[in-house]
């Protein structure tokens, strides 16, 4: 028919994928179709976080490549969040809801299923990449890439390094592959927005041999990145010096000079910080020393405490930081001393990021789960330091600026957008 055609083939491996994934790779193993340009195309985005699974379809705009334009939004919350939480699913075309149900199999391999049917039945887009957050990519990825059998390769050895993200994020990309068998699978990695930290930043005082192959990383590099370029859109500024909160099950916070990364709370995994919902964050060394050696513990339950038994599950028996919150302002004595110790924590980065950037601050940006719907969180951060005002918040907004009259910083609550950044990273990609 004279149309011109594109057509990519996916040659997975299997070799070092972790063994729950490797058991599907025959079914995805050699996939080939030919899909035509000149059909309306879609990037499908995948985020699958610690405890939830979202996805956002974009269409392509034919007129302008690099233009995106939402379609299909969706998320499933509370996957694997210990406590009484259901999962649920909330899904919309544009406006309206067109799913909001609970699911009966809390996992991000059932979640993906659901999501893909739900996007064959609401939807006519041909699909011509799949976007893929991934956590981790150590010095192996500073930058987005196109996912071969190579690269796959190359991030199974990373899943230790980010054990409750990256191989939810492998296991995403094989089941996008058989899914949609002709689309680009395109990684877009949470640690490459950190590549510009300075050496003094990045380096653990360990003996250099160690130093040297364990380093800070950081994490949340792509809503950190997303938020500051909405913040210094707003102030009408090219580059801003800021501190950004992201909240959520996980959390970091990030030094922004320039409106680059030169220090954030997270390490070498995304362990290490502010107390998060069953991570611990960080910790005195020698109690893992203690836990291994004194407590009789093996390294496997001491990563499992760390992991998922610890942050504000651990205090306050829920993971959950909006049903902590709410245990706070009814005096639970767990969620209320699990609450002050997270709100005090991310208190005390203000002060040290505040110093870091020698208090030349444009903007304090507050994002992520809690960090966009709590007003108390805000209070409990900024209170003595900078006032804040809800008198115009919206958790609809995608930017609100909550600071009090005449106060310099400003305060700004700003809706993250992780998936709009990775369609615009995929859209690049394709050119």
Request: proline share 6%; with cysteine.
């Given at each position: 028919n004279n149309l011109r055609m594109n057509c990519w083939k996916v040659v997975l491996p299997w070799k070092q994928l972790p063994a729950h994934i490797s058991t599907h790779v025959s079914t995805v193993s050699h996939c080939t179709r030919h899909v035509s340009t000149e059909s309306r195309q879609g990037i499908l985005v995948l985020n699958a976080g610690s405890s939830s699974l979202k996805f956002n379809l974009f269409s392509l705009s034919k007129e302008k490549r690099n233009s995106v334009t939402s379609v299909l939004s969706g998320a499933v919350n509370g996957l694997t969040v210990t406590g009484d939480v259901v999962p649920t699913v909330k899904i919309k075309k544009g406006k309206?809801?067109?799913?909001?149900?609970?699911?009966?199999?809390?996992?991000?391999?059932?979640?993906?299923?659901?999501?893909?049917?739900?996007?064959?039945?609401?939807?006519?887009?041909?699909?011509?990449?799949?976007?893929?957050?991934?956590?981790?990519?150590?010095?192996?990825?500073?930058?987005?890439?196109?996912?071969?059998?190579?690269?796959?390769?190359?991030?199974?050895?990373?899943?230790?390094?980010?054990?409750?993200?990256?191989?939810?994020?492998?296991?995403?990309?094989?089941?996008?592959?058989?899914?949609?068998?002709?689309?680009?699978?395109?990684?877009?990695?949470?640690?490459?927005?950190?590549?510009?930290?300075?050496?003094y930043a990045y380096t653990y005082p360990l003996p250099s041999n160690l130093a040297t192959k364990y380093r800070r990383y950081g994490f949340h590099g792509t809503s950190h990145k997303y938020v500051v370029e909405q913040a210094a859109r707003f102030l009408g500024k090219d580059k801003i010096n800021a501190i950004s909160f992201h909240l959520g099950n996980g959390c970091s916070v990030a030094c922004i000079k320039d409106s680059e990364s030169i220090d954030t709370t997270m390490g070498y995994t995304p362990l290490a910080g502010l107390p998060m919902g069953s991570r611990s964050g960080d910790l005195d060394p020698s109690i893992i020393i203690k836990l291994l050696q004194d407590e009789g513990y093996s390294s496997e339950e001491v990563s499992d405490i760390l992991h998922n038994k610890s942050g504000l599950y651990g205090i306050s028996g829920s993971s959950d930081s909006l049903t902590v919150?709410?245990?706070?302002?009814?005096?639970?004595?767990?969620?209320?001393?699990?609450?002050?110790?997270?709100?005090?924590?991310?208190?005390?980065c203000l002060g040290a990021y505040s110093a870091v950037l020698n208090n030349k601050v444009d903007c304090i940006i507050f994002t992520g789960g809690i960090g966009e719907n709590s007003p108390l969180?805000?209070?409990?951060?900024?209170?003595?330091?900078?006032?804040?005002?809800?008198?115009?918040?919206?958790?609809?907004?995608?930017?609100?600026?909550?600071?009090?009259?005449?106060?310099?910083?400003?305060?700004?609550?700003?809706?993250?957008?992780?998936?709009?950044?990775?369609?615009?990273?995929?859209?690049?990609?394709?050119?």
């Open positions: 309206e809801t067109v799913i909001s149900t609970t699911i009966s199999t809390p996992t991000h391999s059932a979640s993906l299923s659901f999501i893909a049917d739900t996007i064959r039945s609401h939807s006519s887009e041909d699909i011509v990449a799949v976007g893929h957050r991934i956590v981790h990519g150590g010095t192996v990825f500073p930058e987005s890439c196109v996912i071969d059998s190579e690269i796959l390769e190359k991030l199974a050895p990373l899943n230790s390094l980010a054990p409750l993200h990256n191989p939810h994020n492998l296991a995403g990309i094989l089941a996008a592959t058989r899914i949609f068998p002709t689309a680009l699978q395109v990684g877009v990695f949470d640690t490459g927005y950190h590549r510009t930290l300075p050496d919150e709410r245990g706070y302002s009814t005096g639970d004595p767990g969620s209320t001393l699990a609450f002050n110790m997270f709100a005090y924590s991310a208190k005390k969180l805000h209070r409990l951060v900024c209170g003595g330091l900078l006032p804040v005002s809800h008198d115009t918040y919206s958790r609809d907004t995608p930017l609100c600026d909550i600071t009090g009259t005449h106060s310099e910083p400003r305060v700004l609550v700003v809706r993250t957008n992780e998936e709009l950044a990775i369609a615009r990273e995929c859209s690049k990609l394709l050119q």
